[in-house]
C-alpha cells in the first residue's frame, strides 16, 4: 500500500548522516526511509538535499515594544518563516503587571494558533512586576511551557537577586532559562553621556553598549545560574568577547549554551553611519559589531563554541525607525531574518566553513533538542514530518521585493545567497504560500 507523501532521490541531511534514498510520509509523522518507496503523492527531489524543517527559537511577532508593534503578525512572519524553510518558531509571551502568568500564557497562544502556519512555542518573559508571582510557574509549565525569558536591559531588566530566585523557580519546573544579557547600568551612564554630548546619531548605538560588558554580564549570569545548578542559553551572542565566556563555562563543565544571528554574522557596525533613516535600520541589541567579529563568530559555530543560530526576528518600518533619527537611544531596536536565516547559515557551507551536517544542526536539530521539541530538528521513522527540499544550486538576491516579510526593507539588500528552500512540508502538508 502506497504511503501518503514519498520525498524521492534526494540527499537526506541530518545533524549526523548524509544518504541518498527517499523518506516516506503517512499523515503528519514520517513513516519510512530507504530505497524505492512508493506513495500516492511524489516529489522527485533528484539533486536536492532533503533536511528537517528549520526551528527558530527566538522571534517577536506582532510583539508591542514601546509605542510600536514589530511588523510581522503570526501570519506573515510564519508565512516568511515556512517560504525560508523554517517549520517551528518561538516567540515570547509577557504577562500586565496584575495579570496572571498562566492567562498571559494561554491569550498569546490563543493568538498565534489563529493566524501561524507553522507549529509554535513560547518562552514565558519574566519581568520584575512577575517576581511575586513565581509560585505560578508550575500551571505555565503544566501549560506546555519550557522555556523562561529574562532579560538584564531594558524596562524588564532583573537585578542579580531576581535572577537568583527566577532561576530557582525555574529550576523546580525543570525550565530552561533563555537570556538578554547586557550591562544595562552601563549602557544607560553611556548612553545619558554621548546625548549630553550631541552624540545622537545611530554611529552611538553600538559604542554606548560595548563588547566588554555584554561579556561581563554573560559572565555574571552564568555565575548565577551555576550557583543555582541550572542549564541556560544566552540569546543573541554578538562577539568573540561572549564566545570566550561560553567556550570557558562549558569547558568547566556548566551546562551554558549560546546563539547567534544573521546579523552579526553578515552585518557590521559601519552600518550606522549610512545617512538619514538608513543608519537607523539595522539599530539592534546587543548592537552590530566591527567586522572583524563576523568571522569570529563563523568560528565559533564551526568549533560548536555557539550551539544555534537564531533570528531575533522583531522588525519595524522605516518610519518607526525614523522616529530616533535625532537621538539613536529611541530607535526601535530589532531587525527582520526570519525567512533568510536558513539560507543563510547554508552560505557556511558553500564556502566551506560548515559541513552539511553542522548546518542542519545549527538550524534545526539544536534548537529543537534544546527546547524540548523532541519531536523535530531531524529525519527519522516517528518524527513529524517537517522537512524541507532545499536546492543548493538555486540563487536568490536578498531584497524587499524577493522576501514575502512586511516591514518593507531588509538589512541584508544585495546580499546574494547560494542554495534555498524549494518545497517546504510541515506535519505532512505541502505548503502552497506564494
Same mark, same amino acid.
Given at each position: 500500500m502506497p504511503f501518503d507523501l514519498v520525498i524521492k532521490n534526494g540527499t537526506i541531511v541530518t545533524a549526523v548522516s548524509t544518504i541518498q534514498t527517499d523518506v516516506a510520509i503517512q499523515g503528519d509523522k514520517i513513516a519510512a526511509i530507504g530505497n524505492s518507496l512508493q506513495g500516492t503523492n511524489e516529489i522527485d527531489a533528484y539533486g536536492k538535499l532533503v533536511i528537517p524543517g528549520g526551528v527558530d527559537i527566538h522571534v517577536h511577532l506582532e510583539m508591542p515594544i514601546g509605542k510600536f508593534t514589530s511588523t510581522d503578525d503570526f501570519y506573515s512572519g510564519t508565512r516568511a518563516a515556512a517560504l525560508g524553510g523554517t517549520t517551528t518558531i518561538i516567540d515570547f509571551v509577557e504577562a500586565k503587571p496584575e495579570q496572571p502568568l498562566l492567562e498571559a500564557y494561554l491569550e498569546r497562544q490563543t493568538l498565534a494558533k489563529s493566524k501561524s502556519v507553522i507549529d509554535f512555542g513560547l518562552h514565558m518573559t519574566i519581568t520584575p512586576t512577575d517576581i511575586p508571582k513565581l509560585?505560578?510557574?508550575? +500551571?505555565?509549565?503544566? !501549560?506546555?511551557?519550557?522555556?523562561?525569558k529574562l532579560y538584564m536591559a531594558y524596562g524588564h531588566r532583573l537585578t542579580?537577586?531576581?535572577?537568583?530566585?527566577?532561576?530557582?523557580?525555574i529550576k523546580k519546573v525543570n525550565g530552561l532559562p533563555v537570556i538578554h544579557a547586557e550591562n544595562w547600568d552601563i549602557i544607560c551612564a553611556l548612553i +545619558?553621556?554621548?546625548? !549630553?554630548?550631541?552624540?545622537?546619531s545611530p554611529h552611538w548605538h553600538s559604542r554606548s553598549r560595548p563588547e566588554e560588558f555584554e561579556a561581563e554580564s554573560v559572565h555574571r549570569v552564568i555565575k548565577i545560574a551555576e550557583r543555582v545548578g541550572l542549564p541556560i542559553h544566552i540569546f543573541h551572542v554578538s562577539c568573540d568577547a561572549v564566545v570566550q565566556e561560553i567556550q570557558a563555562a562549558r569547558a568547566k563543565g556548566i551546562p551554558v549554551t549560546g546563539e547567534t544571528c544573521p546579523q552579526y554574522l553578515f552585518l557590521s557596525q559601519e552600518l550606522y553611519d549610512r545617512p538619514g533613516v538608513d543608519g537607523t535600520l539595522p539599530v539592534c541589541s546587543p548592537p552590530l559589531r566591527p567586522k572583524p567579529e563576523n568571522d569570529k563568530l563563523w568560528h565559533a559555530l564551526a568549533n560548536n563554541d555557539l550551539q544555534i543560530v537564531s533570528t531575533d526576528h522583531c522588525p519595524f518600518t522605516k518610519e518607526e525607525k525614523a522616529t530616533g533619527l535625532n537621538d539613536f537611544s529611541q530607535i526601535p531596536g530589532g531587525v527582520p531574518s526570519i525567512e533568510m536565516r536558513f539560507a543563510s547559515v547554508y552560505q557556511g557551507v558553500v564556502n566551506g566553513r560548515l559541513s552539511l551536517n553542522q548546518w542542519v544542526n545549527l538550524c534545526a536539530t539544536a534548537p529543537a533538542k534544546l527546547t524540548g521539541f523532541h519531536n523535530k530538528g531531524h529525519i527519522g521513522v516517528g518524527y513529524d514530518a517537517d522537512i524541507v527540499v532545499f536546492d543548493p544550486n538555486l540563487e536568490k538576491t536578498i531584497s524587499s521585493q524577493t522576501l514575502h516579510e512586511t516591514a518593507g526593507w531588509t538589512p541584508y539588500e544585495g546580499l546574494l545567497l547560494k542554495g534555498w528552500p524549494k518545497t517546504t512540508i510541515v506535519r505532512g502538508k505541502i505548503l502552497n504560500l506564494e
Open positions: 509560585e505560578q510557574l508550575p +500551571e505555565v509549565a503544566e !501549560a506546555g511551557c519550557k522555556t523562561y542579580d537577586d531576581a535572577l537568583y530566585k527566577a532561576f530557582q523557580a +545619558e553621556e554621548n546625548v !549630553a554630548n550631541g552624540r545622537v
